[in-house]
């Protein structure tokens, strides 16, 4: 009996201590990351200023940096039910004060060219004129995916004829938007043969060129002919699948022209809940290829944790009945669980950005409304309010990771300063006149940066 009570005394302590793992956040350990932070987030830049006419030697000068080099993105595939209504500017808002880049979607079910595209057009340029007011580098995911297909495309028989197709979409897209610099080109490439993937027209592209690796290296090939100064990313989303390895090796090996391999991080299960260490271990494993690594989807969810897929499958089930039914089936954010995603998300970013071969980080969900699976996965809550997190992230990268110089110069020399990579603004004054000017702090330039006024 002492036995028994002794070991079920045990399991209790285990279960409660794996139960709270998941509402309070240990924090990690981190170590080096702020010197990593300095070292490759930051460098030296020179500046000498240049005037037509003047007789000053001193002046006071007033820089920012007004835009990180690192990308901290966001998805806006989330925003179309918020047009049109005042959710949408507040969404706005929110997205620029915060982040430097976004994703926009293009799936093929949303931009279906057998149906009128007007809408859709107009909408797109509306988002791209606004991420370009405001200073943001644009993704455009996916220009093809096995996922969100029309139903002409997933009943398509005609691999030959489709194949036309999907290169004349393609092609339309990189050219009909030339402010999109990033690009998933195939989503999940690993994943069209998976069980939980419906047989499309899209699959039956694939097998009909001779399987995943044969199909890739053409649709790379005809996108590097397309444009090849885009860049162009090979995104999945289970990193630690071994097929995603083996295909990025087999990119290397055939030399595709590809910048950037991207992984997913959905953490809406207790299994998929990333820790520090094997943080550190997939990306090293990665490095060698030599490729930028970008976190192109991020979800670190304040509503309940599911313990694995099999549970969380059971609440997607649920919530797909609801829908039918034109109701909403969605998890509430919990205190405990919005403390929890704060303190993560801390650690996580700070954890990448200290990690070289990390080029890009983007949250999935900016707001829990019209979240992903019906998570409250987002920063803001279903009305759009800030939670803790959103003010944890924003006080990182505005707060912490920022360079703000005030200082009185002598303009006979150069101004050198240690400050962040990106684009900075400022102000110089000399006697009762002001000057705006803006530079480009770059990592890889060692030369005087200058100034002409």
């Keep these: 009996m002492i036995k028994y009570r002794l070991f079920l005394m045990i399991f209790l302590i285990c279960f409660v201590v794996k139960s709270q793992k998941y509402d309070a956040h240990v924090p990690w350990e981190l170590k080096g990351a702020d010197e990593r932070i300095d070292k490759y987030?930051?460098?030296?830049?020179?500046?000498?200023?240049?005037?037509?006419?003047?007789?000053?030697?001193?002046?006071?000068?007033?820089?920012?940096?007004a835009n990180h080099a690192f990308n901290f993105g966001v998805s806006m595939t989330q925003e179309g039910p918020f047009e049109g209504t005042l959710f949408q500017d507040i969404y706005r808002q929110r997205v620029s004060e915060v982040f430097n880049f976004v994703t926009l979607g293009f799936y093929w079910s949303a931009r279906d060219e057998k149906r009128d595209l007007s809408h859709f057009n107009k909408r797109m340029d509306d988002k791209i004129s606004w991420a370009v007011k405001n200073k943001m580098k644009i993704k455009g995911h996916p220009l093809l995916?096995?996922?969100?297909?029309?139903?002409?495309?997933?009943?398509?028989?005609?691999?030959?004829?489709?194949?036309?197709?999907?290169?004349?979409?393609?092609?339309?897209?990189?050219?009909?938007?030339?402010?999109?610099?990033?690009?998933?080109?195939?989503?999940?490439?690993?994943?069209?043969?998976?069980?939980h993937v419906t047989p499309s027209g899209v699959t039956r592209w694939i097998e009909h060129k001779g399987g995943i690796y044969p199909a890739?290296?053409?649709?790379?090939?005809?996108?590097?002919?397309?444009?090849?100064?885009?860049i162009y990313t090979n995104n999945h989303y289970h990193p630690k699948d071994p097929e995603f390895f083996k295909l990025n090796r087999f990119f290397i090996d055939q030399e595709v022209g590809y910048q950037a391999i991207g992984m997913q991080a959905h953490m809406q299960t207790q299994d998929n809940v990333l820790e520090e260490q094997?943080?550190?271990?997939?990306?090293?494993?990665?490095?060698?290829?030599?490729?930028?690594?970008?976190?192109?989807?991020?979800t670190v969810t304040s509503s309940?944790?599911?313990?694995?897929?099999?549970?969380?499958?059971i609440f997607l089930n649920k919530?797909?009945?609801?829908?039918?039914?034109?109701?909403?089936?969605t998890l509430p954010s919990l205190e405990e669980r919005e403390n929890y995603q704060s303190a993560y998300i801390k650690d996580l970013?700070?954890?990448?950005?200290?990690?070289?071969?990390?080029?890009?980080?983007?949250?999935?969900n900016l707001t829990d409304r019209n979240a992903w699976r019906g998570h409250a996965g987002g920063v803001l809550d279903q009305e759009l309010n800030p939670k803790k997190a959103f003010y944890t992230l924003k006080n990182l990268i505005k707060e912490t990771w920022t360079t703000k110089i005030e200082k009185e110069i002598d303009l006979n020399k150069e101004f050198h300063f240690i400050g962040f990579y990106g684009m900075y603004e400022g102000t110089i004054k000399v006697g009762?006149?002001?000057?705006?000017?803006?530079?480009?702090?770059?990592k890889e330039n060692d030369n005087v940066i200058k100034i002409i006024l």
């Design 41 to 65: 987030r930051k460098g030296k830049a020179k500046l000498l200023f240049v005037f037509d006419n003047n007789s000053s030697e001193f002046a006071k000068l007033d820089i920012g940096l």
């Design 145 to 195: 995916w096995h996922e969100s297909l029309p139903k002409w495309v997933i009943n398509n028989d005609d691999p030959e004829e489709l194949e036309k197709i999907i290169y004349k979409r393609i092609s339309d897209l990189i050219l009909s938007y030339p402010e999109i610099k990033y690009w998933d080109v195939y989503n999940e490439a690993v994943a069209p043969f998976k069980d």
């Design 216 to 230: 890739m290296l053409e649709l790379y090939d005809f996108v590097n002919q397309i444009d090849s100064s885009k």
């Design 278 to 298: 094997e943080i550190v271990e997939l990306i090293d494993s990665f490095v060698p290829m030599g490729k930028n690594i970008q976190f192109t989807e991020v």
């Design 304 to 313: 309940k944790l599911f313990k694995n897929w099999k549970d969380h499958q």
């Design 319 to 329: 919530r797909n009945e609801a829908r039918k039914k034109g109701k909403q089936l």
């Design 349 to 364: 970013y700070t954890l990448l950005f200290s990690l070289p071969s990390i080029s890009s980080v983007t949250m999935w």
């Design 432 to 442: 009762n006149k002001l000057y705006k000017f803006s530079f480009d702090h770059e």
